[in-house]
């Protein structure tokens, strides 16, 4: 029976066809990872030294990233032991890798990057510039001016984890030919103890809820009266989102998702 990625999906009450599923995907998708503290390190590698970073990346698929499963069996499990009061943290070190189009070209396997025009153009194309309203890119940081090839989340609980882990990760790419530049992250909080943007807003209150779990537990403790984020989203009474839209968006992400963790870097020689 094919997913149907229309509705909500209860990772609890997975099928065999499902679960196969979280399990390709990588975490910090359907729910974000949680952590307090992250080191992103984006990171250009050497189209000439292909081969390393196609290994390089198997290795991270291999022995670092966190899929989607796993990501939800930690949370859960540090959840009932009762230690945080939100359960998608403390459940260890975290990792999550994305590639932009220039990073698929670079490791020598643009044949299976997402088709998607937006993507292959990338941020810093002039006409994504001006379809986001971005400021010239010559105003922006030094190292965002040529073509970043992808990032690494790698997050964890306490600054200090998140440098040995961020060491780690960065070794792996000099080895691999590839060059980092790393920016930091540390979770913020208002006085009720939820996790905040920087301009004050609560963190991912807009963001729809993919996991029938999650809308469960959004409609026990803080109610939909107001703003219901079930997928798909609801923008007025009685409406919902264009259906086909939407599930066109979320396969392309399930593809790239895919596609990073079990095409590419899986079928790294």
Same mark, same amino acid.
């Given at each position: 029976?094919?997913?149907?990625?229309?509705?909500?999906?209860?990772?609890?009450?997975?099928?065999?066809?499902?679960?196969?599923?979280?399990?390709?995907?990588?975490?910090?998708?359907?729910?974000?990872?949680?952590?307090?503290?992250?080191?992103?390190?984006?990171?250009?590698?050497?189209?000439?030294?292909?081969?390393?970073?196609?290994?390089?990346? =198997?290795?991270?698929?291999?022995?670092?990233?966190?899929?989607?499963?796993?990501?939800?069996?930690?949370?859960?499990?540090?959840?009932? !032991? *009762?230690?945080?009061? /939100?359960?998608?943290?403390?459940?260890?070190?975290?990792?999550?890798?994305?590639?932009?189009?220039?990073?698929? +070209?670079?490791?020598?396997?643009? /044949?299976?990057?997402?088709?998607?025009?937006? @993507?292959?153009?990338?941020?810093?194309?002039?006409?994504?510039?001006?379809?986001?309203?971005?400021?010239?890119?010559?105003?922006?940081?030094? +190292?965002?001016? %040529?073509?970043?090839?992808?990032?690494?989340?790698?997050?964890?609980?306490?600054? #200090?984890?998140?440098?040995?882990?961020?060491?780690?990760?960065?070794?792996?790419?000099?080895?691999?030919?590839?060059?980092?530049?790393?920016?930091?992250?540390?979770?913020?909080?208002?006085?009720? *103890?939820?996790?905040?943007?920087?301009?004050?807003?609560?963190?991912?209150?807009?963001?729809?809820?993919?996991?029938? +779990?999650?809308?469960? !537990?959004? =409609?026990?403790?803080?109610? %939909?009266? =107001?703003? /219901?984020?079930?997928?798909?989203?609801?923008?007025?009474?009685?409406? =919902?989102?264009?259906? !086909?839209?939407? #599930?066109?968006?979320?396969?392309?992400?399930?593809?790239?998702?895919?596609?990073?963790? !079990?095409?590419? @870097?899986?079928?790294?020689?």
């Amino acid at each position: 029976m094919a997913i149907d990625i229309t509705e909500p999906l209860s990772w609890k009450k997975a099928d065999s066809e499902e679960l196969l599923m979280l399990q390709g995907l990588q975490g910090n998708i359907l729910k974000g990872h949680g952590r307090h503290f992250t080191a992103n390190l984006f990171f250009r590698l050497d189209p000439a030294r292909s081969l390393e970073a196609r290994r390089l990346l =198997r290795e991270l698929a291999n022995f670092h990233i966190v899929s989607a499963y796993r990501q939800l069996i930690d949370a859960d499990t540090f959840k009932k !032991a *009762g230690k945080k009061r /939100d359960g998608g943290r403390g459940a260890g070190a975290f990792v999550h890798v994305a590639l932009s189009a220039a990073g698929y +070209e670079a490791i020598g396997r643009g /044949d299976v990057a997402p088709a998607d025009p937006d @993507f292959a153009l990338g941020m810093g194309h002039p006409e994504s510039i001006a379809a986001l309203q971005d400021p010239s890119i010559e105003t922006w940081e030094r +190292e965002f001016r %040529t073509p970043v090839h992808g990032v690494v989340i790698a997050a964890h609980e306490t600054p #200090s984890s998140r440098a040995k882990l961020a060491a780690q990760i960065r070794e792996l790419i000099h080895a691999a030919g590839g060059t980092v530049f790393i920016q930091h992250g540390a979770a913020l909080f208002n006085a009720a *103890g939820e996790g905040i943007e920087h301009f004050g807003y609560v963190d991912g209150r807009s963001q729809p809820l993919m996991l029938i +779990e999650d809308i469960e !537990a959004e =409609r026990k403790e803080t109610g %939909t009266d =107001r703003w /219901d984020p079930a997928f798909p989203p609801r923008f007025g009474p009685g409406s =919902r989102s264009r259906r !086909a839209g939407r #599930s066109d968006g979320l396969r392309q992400l399930l593809g790239v998702s895919q596609a990073r963790a !079990a095409g590419t @870097f899986l079928q790294a020689a």
